[in-house]
């Protein structure tokens, strides 16, 4: 009589980054991905925030251009992150989701590799905007310029959650379509675009709420030296735990689906 034979589960429940390296050369193979991630902030920079006046204009340490110029790098790291995660949407379409039930891969595992996966490209898309910034004028504190990098990143990883629990509930052939305008209108309503003191009390108390306030805050405070700091990271801390408990759920009702 055969003994049944016994499946060894994989380390970290099959997080590898050889993995995270397969899906990322996929992405970059997308060049509206790339174009849309990474050139685009770079882009509205180089429009809204070189001009004279904005050069002159000083704030915190450094001038409006640097200022302007980390507002469009948090902005290039939520259109990255979100792009990201929504990947899973093409995932799903092909039904590579319902595959992963039949395998080791825990759910958290494969949620943590989108979200690395997310924040590499995350990383380069501010990597690409403070590099432009620093030849065009953009002016900080050298200790703002890592800081306010470093923190418009990882303050990001809301939106790479965000993007997976949007992957799992909009269809792939227009998810970004969807997501792009609406990181748009929350771009405004967060206050990245237009500072809150110029939105009025009632439009500034409701930014708070929005997933994109405590991001800007954050990543703008080494140079502003302005904002509630607590406020902000619980911010990040709430909508982050309830987008990545979004995409937790919803990985598991389509797995179950086999």
């Excluded at 991905?33 to 050069?55: C, K, S």
């Excluded at 501010?126 to 990143?153: D, E, H, K, R």
Aim: charged share 10%; aromatic share 10%.
């Amino acid at each position: 009589m055969s003994m049944p034979v016994t499946r060894n589960l994989p380390r970290f429940g099959g997080f590898t980054f050889a993995m995270i390296g397969l899906e990322l050369r996929r992405m970059v193979r997308n060049k509206r991905t790339v174009i849309f991630t990474v050139v685009l902030p770079a882009a509205f920079f180089l429009l809204f925030g070189t001009n004279a006046a904005a050069r002159t204009e000083r704030v915190g340490g450094g001038n409006v251009t640097g200022l302007i110029l980390v507002s469009m790098a948090v902005y290039g790291a939520m259109l990255s992150t979100t792009s990201g995660g929504a990947m899973v949407s093409i995932e799903r379409a092909a039904g590579w989701s319902r595959q992963l039930r039949l395998t080791p891969l825990r759910p958290a595992a494969y949620i943590a590799v989108k979200l690395v996966l997310a924040m590499v490209i995350g990383a380069v898309s501010v990597l690409v905007a403070f590099a432009v910034g620093a030849v065009s004028g953009a002016q900080l504190p050298a200790s703002a310029w890592v800081a306010c990098g470093l923190l418009a990143w990882v303050c990001a990883l809301v939106f790479a959650a965000f993007g997976l629990f949007m992957g799992y509930l909009l269809p792939s052939e227009n998810v970004m379509q969807i997501l792009g305008p609406v990181l748009a209108v929350l771009a405004f309503a967060g206050g990245l675009f237009v500072p809150l003191d110029q939105m009025g009390h009632t439009f500034a108390t409701i930014a708070q709420f929005t997933p994109v306030y405590g991001v800007g805050e954050i990543a703008r405070y080494p140079l502003t030296r302005d904002g509630n700091l607590w406020v902000a990271a619980l911010n990040v801390v709430v909508w982050t735990a309830l987008f990545a408990a979004g995409a937790m759920w919803r990985f598991r009702r389509d797995t179950a689906r086999v």
